[in-house]
T-cell receptor, first 112, second 113 residues
Framework: QKEVEQNSGPLSVPEGAIASLNCTYS??????FFWYRQYSGKSPELIMS????GDKEDGRFTAQLNKASQYVSLLIRDSQPSDSATYLC????????????FGQGTTLQVKP | DAGVTQSPTHLIKTRGQQVTLRCSPK?????VSWYQQALGQGPQFIFQ???????QRGNFPDRFSGHQFPNYSSELNVNALLLGDSALYLC????????????FGAGTRLSVL
């Protein structure tokens, strides 16, 4: 099993819809998680961090963490064409210092 | 407030050559991590530097080495370049703590011919 797994997509949603991005992780990944957005040819940009079980909201973005199911998700409400990008899920390696383990990313396409 | 800066932006090398990439962390940050991102993949951890020491290393060969300077800036050196080393090299900075958020620079695109 990969340490962090994401469906590569593409995930296509119409403008204004809710986009739901999912990520699962193995026991080799710790309990702090991050969502990064990466536009084509650019570097990852932090969208959300989540450390505790439950939901965390920031504007149009909501991150959800379920430790029992080893599952992390990102919801984007009122999706805009400018949200079209690759979304990377990452977590810190268990017992290690600072190493971020990334999934391969999910490509989101928001169609006008 | 300057963010994480990397240089150069792009680099073209031939097989067998050596390359040095540079990174200046975000103001107030003391920890630098390096990642390699191949096309269509997520970033892969190379190593992390803190207090001028390599704190942790990923599954990369010894051809990949690094250094951190007293001002917290860092270099990534790759010797004996292979075609497979072609990738986007990302530097991320954070502040000291084990689980602190990492902020990425714009990256260096390395092409090995």
């Amino acid at each position: 099993q990969k340490e962090v797994e994401q469906n590569s997509g593409p995930l296509s949603v119409p403008e204004g819809a809710i986009a739901s991005l999912n990520c699962t992780y193995s026991d080799r990944v710790s309990q702090s998680f991050f969502w990064y957005r990466q536009y084509s040819g650019k570097s990852p940009e932090l969208i959300m961090s989540i450390y505790s079980n439950g939901d965390k909201e920031d504007g149009r973005f909501t991150a959800q963490l379920n430790k029992a199911s080893q599952y992390v998700s990102l919801l984007i409400r009122d999706s805009q064409p400018s949200d079209s990008a690759t979304y990377l899920c990452a977590g810190h390696g268990s017992g290690n210092t600072g190493k971020l383990i990334f999934g391969q990313g999910t490509t989101l396409q928001v169609k006008p | 407030d300057a963010g994480v800066t990397q240089s150069p932006t792009h680099l073209i090398k031939t097989r067998g050559q050596q390359v040095t990439l540079r990174c200046s962390p975000k103001s107030g940050h003391d920890t630098v991590s390096w990642y390699q991102q191949a096309l269509g993949q997520g970033p892969q951890f190379i190593f992390q530097y803190y207090e001028e020491e390599e704190r942790q290393r990923g599954n990369f060969p010894d051809r990949f080495s690094g250094h951190q300077f007293p001002n917290y800036s860092s270099e990534l050196n790759v010797n004996a370049l292979l075609l497979g080393d072609s990738a986007l090299y990302l530097c991320a900075s954070s502040f000291g703590g084990e689980y602190d958020i990492q902020y990425f620079g714009a990256g260096t695109r390395l092409s090995v011919l």
